[in-house]
Each structure stands twice: as structure tokens, then as C-alpha cells.
């Protein structure tokens, strides 16, 4: 698809290329609206394309910003993302490979490579509605965003339901916590022993349980690869081995929805047993909970039904994992 001529602006539009956060804020402030800042710029297009937005006098590019396209881990195993990094180039690197794999996952069911290559992780995020946000919300993601006087970093959850009104901001940083997470597809961790584990002779006295996580992402589209999202639904589930939920994480979103999570749903599970009565249950609160928006392919009714099919089975599969399934 191709911009049609009578959207071209009357004079080429002119790009900046500022080498610092610092010079890229103060070029927004100096062109207000009649500039926007570019990072890949194939979110922006699509824009343009569909005559959803005009094309502004003034691009700024972030790609020359190099503290925007790092990625970096702390001792904390924080990983700090640039959100100027490209899909691609994050799901090359072997630490996210190794550490963020529901992460991974979600990149790879972002459009296809060549896309990849120019869409940034912060791009997508930015957009409200990219299809790694409902992955980060289960990873607790946090972003930091300064408006050039004022550095914040906040929740990305807090961050997606907040009002739109810091339109100056730029992202400087996705933060995502590793090895607290578990392992992908059921693969079992042993839980962390508490310090108040030891009796007074100094025996070791086991006080909990064993625990399985399980992880999932899926992303429903009008077919099977390199299609917008219908419904993108991820989460994350750990159980003890007697079935008590110990930590649950649920994100959907999908088409024009604002990704969000189930957090009411989560807080009424944490500390029961998940059995057929709890999926019942999660089923049906997923189906009122879940804000999913109409558009000309699909409904809301049947986003809300497919969003709850997904989740219930993944965690009927983590409970299954588990034993449940099979317990009397
Ligand atoms: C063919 C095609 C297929 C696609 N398929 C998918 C898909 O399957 N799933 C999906 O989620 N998306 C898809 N997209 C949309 C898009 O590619 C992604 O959302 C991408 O990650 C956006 O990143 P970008 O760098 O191109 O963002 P841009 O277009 O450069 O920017 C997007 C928005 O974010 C703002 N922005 C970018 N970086 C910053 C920053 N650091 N600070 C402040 N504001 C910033 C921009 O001003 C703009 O408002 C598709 C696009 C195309 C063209």
C-alpha cells in the first residue's frame, strides 16, 4: 500500500536525526504537533496509509539515540530494554532467549522478519494496542519515560491506564524482572526455602511445597501467520503440588483493546486450589472482565469467548501438569 497523493504534505516533510534523549525533546517541544517522533516507523505508516492520521512537517528520528537501542541486565537481574531496540535484534539476543522466552515467543508473532527488522520493541508498545504488551504485563514490566524536567518510571499496567496526557514523553527504558518468572511449558522449579524454614536444633524443615509454573502466549489472527491480532491472550501459573495456586499472572488484549490484566480474577485464585469449580469460575470472569473491542471482522462476544477458551485451557493444562485432572 502506498500513501495516496492527495495526503502527501505540500513540502517534503524534514528529518531529524538527534544523537541525545536530551536534543530529541527539545526538537519536540520546538515543533509541537507538527512533529512526531519516529523510532521504526512501521506502526506510524500504517497510520498514514489509511488516512488515520496526517503526515506531520517533521519526523525525529530516535535511531541515532544509541542509549535507547541497549540492552542491559543488572545484578538484580533486572533487564533493561532500549525501546528503540528492533523485534528482531531483542529476539536474537541470548540472554532474553534464555531469560524472557514468553517474550521471544511474543515477537515471533509479530508480523514477518522484514518488518521485524524496523519495529521496535518501544514502538509497539507505545501504540497501546502492540501485541507484546499482553507478554510484558505478565512479565511486571515497568517503563521509564522522561519529558525532559522529569524522569518517572512506572508500572506498565498503571502506564496503560493512565490518561494520555504527557504527549512529550519519550520512553527511555523497559525494565523486565528474570528468574523469579519460572520456566516455560510446565518445567518444574523448586520453590525458594524460607529463612524461617529451620527448626531450633538447626534442622532444615521443609515448610513448603514443590511448585510448577507454567507460561503461555497465543495470539488468535484471521489466519494462521503474519495477520493482526483478533485476540492475544498470555499468562503464567504456579501451582504447588497439591494444586494451590501460588502466583497467577493473566493478560488479554487483541485488535484496537488496550491489553490488560485480570487482576481482580488473580487475586481471587492466589492461595486455592484450582480445580474444576476455580476454571469454571476463571472462565466466566475472563468473559465479563475482558474489554475487548468490536471492529469489522470480529465481535466482542466472540473475542470474550475466545479469550476465556485460551486461558482455561492453559491452565487447565498447568493443572493437569500438576495432577489435578486426575485427582479424585
Ligand atoms: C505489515 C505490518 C504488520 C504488522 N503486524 C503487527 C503485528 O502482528 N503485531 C503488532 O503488535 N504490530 C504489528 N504491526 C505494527 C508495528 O509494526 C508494531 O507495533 C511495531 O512494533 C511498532 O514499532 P515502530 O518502531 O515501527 O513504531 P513507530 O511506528 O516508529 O512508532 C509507533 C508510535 O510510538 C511512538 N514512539 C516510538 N518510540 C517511542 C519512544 N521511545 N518514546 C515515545 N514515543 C515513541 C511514535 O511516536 C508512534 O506514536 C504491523 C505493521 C505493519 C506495517
Not at 36 to 54: D, K, Y
Not at 126 to 151: F, K, S, Y
Request: aromatic letters at 6%; glycine letters at 10%.
Amino acid at each position: 500500500m502506498s500513501i495516496p497523493m492527495h495526503q502527501l504534505p505540500e513540502q517534503q516533510p524534514s528529518v531529524w536525526q538527534p544523537t541525545s534523549v536530551e536534543e530529541a525533546i527539545q526538537l519536540k517541544h520546538k515543533w509541537g504537533k507538527d512533529a512526531v517522533l519516529v523510532a521504526g516507523g512501521t506502526w506510524l505508516r500504517t497510520r498514514w496509509e489509511n488516512g488515520l492520521a496526517p503526515i506531520p512537517q517533521h519526523f525525529i528520528s530516535l535511531g541515532r539515540i544509541l542509549v535507547l537501542s541497549g540492552l542491559t541486565v543488572n545484578s538484580q537481574g533486572q533487564v533493561h530494554i532500549g525501546p528503540a531496540l528492533s523485534i528482531a535484534e531483542l529476539m536474537k539476543n541470548e540472554l532474553v532467549q534464555q531469560k524472557c522466552e514468553l517474550l521471544v515467543q511474543a515477537c515471533s508473532e509479530i508480523a514477518a522478519p522484514s518488518i521485524r527488522n524496523l519495529a521496535s520493541i518501544g514502538g509497539n508498545v507505545m501504540t497501546r494496542t502492540g501485541d507484546l504488551i499482553p507478554a510484558l504485563l505478565v512479565m511486571d514490566a515497568q517503563i521509564q519515560c522522561t519529558d525532559g524536567q522529569n524522569e518517572r518510571t512506572i508500572g506498565l499496567k498503571e502506564w496503560l491506564t493512565a490518561p494520555l496526557d504527557a504527549p512529550d514523553e519519550i520512553m527511555t527504558g523497559i525494565i523486565v524482572q528474570t528468574g523469579g518468572a519460572g520456566s516455560q511449558d510446565g518445567k518444574e522449579n523448586a520453590a525458594k526455602i524460607p529463612e524461617d524454614a529451620k527448626s531450633t536444633d538447626g534442622q532444615l524443615v521443609v515448610a513448603e511445597e514443590p511448585k510448577s509454573t507454567h507460561e503461555f502466549y497465543f495470539k488468535v489472527g484471521r489466519r494462521e501467520a503474519f495477520t493482526p491480532s483478533v485476540v492475544t491472550v498470555a499468562g503464567r501459573i504456579s501451582l504447588q503440588s497439591d494444586g494451590t495456586v501460588t502466583d497467577i499472572a493473566l493478560a488479554a488484549g487483541g485488535g484496537n483493546a488496550v491489553p490488560a490484566r485480570f487482576t481482580a480474577l488473580e487475586a481471587g485464585m492466589i492461595g486455592k486450589p484450582l480445580n474444576k469449580a476455580a476454571l469454571q469460575i476463571l472462565h466466566k470472569g475472563v468473559i465479563t472482565d475482558f474489554d475487548a473491542v468490536a471492529d469489522d471482522y470480529a465481535g466482542v462476544a466472540y473475542r470474550k469467548q475466545t479469550a476465556a477458551n485460551l486461558i482455561m485451557s492453559e491452565c487447565f493444562k498447568a493443572w493437569r501438569k500438576g495432577g489435578g485432572a486426575y485427582a479424585p
